[in-house]
C-alpha cells in the first residue's frame, strides 16, 4: 500500500431503505439526545453493500418522546487498475464515517420537518461508536 495515494475505492451513492418515526405530541426542548448505531457489510461479486442501522431517541423524564429508527445501505467498489487499500480494511473502518454525514443530515432534515428544533448530532468517531456497540 502506498501511503501517497488515494485508497482506489468508490463510494457509489447511499439510498435509505426502511424507516420508523414516532414523536409525541409534546416533545420538550430539554429532552435528552440518544444516538445509536449498528452496521454490518455484504459481499457482492464486485462491490460491497454496507447496511448502517441508526436509532435517535429524545427522551424526557424517562419518557421516550421521540424516535427515528433508519436503514440506509452504501455501495462501494474497487476502482480496477488503482486498488491501494484492502476493501475489506476500508469497509470495516472506513465506510461508515463516510456515510455519516449523509444519515447526519437526514436526521436534522427529518426532525424539522416533524415540528421539533431540528437534532445536529455532533461529530462521532464512528468507529469507537460502533466497537462499543459491538463490545456490548
Do not use: C
Amino acid at each position: 500500500m502506498d501511503k501517497t495515494k488515494q485508497p482506489g475505492i468508490q463510494f457509489n451513492g447511499i439510498i435509505l431503505v426502511e424507516e420508523e418515526f414516532w414523536r409525541d405530541y409534546d416533545v420538550p426542548e430539554d429532552s435528552a439526545v440518544h444516538f445509536n448505531l449498528e452496521a454490518g457489510s455484504v459481499k457482492t461479486p464486485n462491490d460491497y453493500n454496507v447496511e448502517v442501522n441508526s436509532t435517535l431517541a429524545l427522551i424526557k423524564e424517562d419518557k421516550e418522546v421521540l424516535t427515528l429508527r433508519s436503514k440506509f445501505v452504501g455501495f462501494f467498489s474497487i476502482i480496477k487498475e488503482q486498488e491501494n487499500m484492502d476493501i475489506e480494511e476500508y469497509i470495516k473502518n472506513n465506510s461508515v464515517a463516510l456515510m455519516f454525514p449523509y444519515i447526519r443530515e437526514h436526521i436534522s432534515a427529518v426532525t424539522i420537518k416533524s415540528g421539533i428544533n431540528p437534532i445536529f448530532l455532533p461529530p462521532i468517531n464512528v468507529v469507537a461508536l460502533l466497537k462499543k456497540e459491538t463490545n456490548k
